[in-house]
């Protein structure tokens, strides 16, 4: 019976879902189930799975991040930039990452401390962000990193997985235990459903809410050095956009838009579904811009399908009440 209602749930749509776009990609393109297409799969969206994972726990705990890709698009800005003016590799990897927890604590003392809506601070990071990453490198490309800060994200570290992938499976695991399985992830839970209930539960709202903004505003400053790896070089415009995958992919995968629901497990079958049709598509020559269209409108659906699922249980629900509603004697008289 547990495993018919999986079969039920939003996770079990999502499989479903997920077999039919695998066997349609491999119906229209030969290359499609190929070793090299599924590795190449997995890489070109690696680090914005990476930043999936830690928007999972954000969108949960009822909070948005709109400013990740931003983010990632200054950190590889800014790594360029410190590399450009012969700072060592290895002491602008230090600073970047550095800069990413500043940032993150900036966004997490106005949402968290201040109590300012995050949809709006995050709003104002996207912009804000990339704003500096322009600057930084103004319209240049800048290349010319160590050949082994490239290969980092070019070759495999271990075959046939980049030091990325590795990373991802990593994080993965930690969010797993963390979010299922720990005192933090129960509170992250609990704050999503009613901040004020956690707040006199006894539950650090504070505290949570500002370690959240610091991990999404640091994984997604890795994510961006990962990025700067793997395409060699970088302009102000690297990683834009990323957001709306991202955010796809946590809402796809059975997350609630209002908080206090959600599982991993919906969120790797959406980033599953998500690579596979960009994948598919790709392979079938549909343009980038279509492409993000058929995104946009994942995420539209990613909303509006739960709320119209509640609101017909709701309806049904009432109907249901009203049938079994008892006739008393008054009303049997008149």
Not at 32 to 37: D, F, G, K, P
Not at 98 to 121: C, D, H, K, Q, R
Not at 128 to 143: M, P
């Amino acid at each position: 019976m547990r495993n018919l209602r999986r079969l039920k749930s939003w996770e079990g749509l999502l499989l479903a879902i997920l077999v039919v776009v695998v066997v349609n990609n491999a119906v229209q393109s030969p290359v499609y189930l190929s070793v090299e297409n599924q590795v190449n799969l997995f890489q070109l969206f690696v680090e914005r799975i990476i930043v999936a994972l830690a928007m999972t726990f954000i969108i949960i705990n009822g909070e948005i991040d709109l400013s990740v890709a931003s983010v990632m698009g200054l950190a590889s800005c800014l790594l360029a930039f410190l590399h450009e003016q012969s700072v060592p590799m290895p002491a602008a990897i230090v600073v970047t990452l550095t800069v990413g927890v500043i940032v993150g604590a900036f966004n997490g003392f106005w949402i968290s401390v201040v109590g300012l809506p995050s949809l709006a601070v995050t709003l104002a990071g996207l912009i804000g962000y990339r704003g500096v990453a322009r600057i930084l490198v103004e319209d240049r490309s800048i290349g010319n990193f160590p050949e082994w800060f490239n290969r980092l994200g070019q070759q495999p570290l271990l075959d046939p997985l980049p030091l990325a992938s590795i990373i991802f499976f990593i994080l993965l695991v930690v969010a797993v235990v963390v979010l299922q399985y720990s005192a933090f992830g129960r509170y992250v839970y609990v704050i999503g459903n009613n901040r004020e209930v956690a707040r006199y539960s006894g539950v650090k709202v504070r505290r949570v809410k500002m370690m959240l903004f610091i991990a999404s505003s640091t994984i997604a400053t890795l994510a961006g050095l990962l990025l700067a790896a793997r395409l060699g070089a970088v302009r102000g415009s690297t990683a834009e956009g990323f957001e709306l995958d991202i955010i796809t992919m946590v809402l796809l995968g059975g997350v609630s838009i209002f908080g206090g629901s959600g599982t991993l497990v919906g969120v790797g079958l959406s980033i599953l579904l998500v690579l596979n049709l960009r994948n598919g598509m790709s392979l079938v020559n549909i343009t980038s811009n279509t492409q993000t269209g058929v995104i946009g409108a994942l995420l539209i659906l990613s909303v509006l399908i739960p709320n119209w699922t509640q609101d017909a249980r709701s309806l049904l629900s009432r109907r249901r009440r009203t049938g079994h509603t008892p006739v008393t004697g008054e009303e049997k008289g008149g």
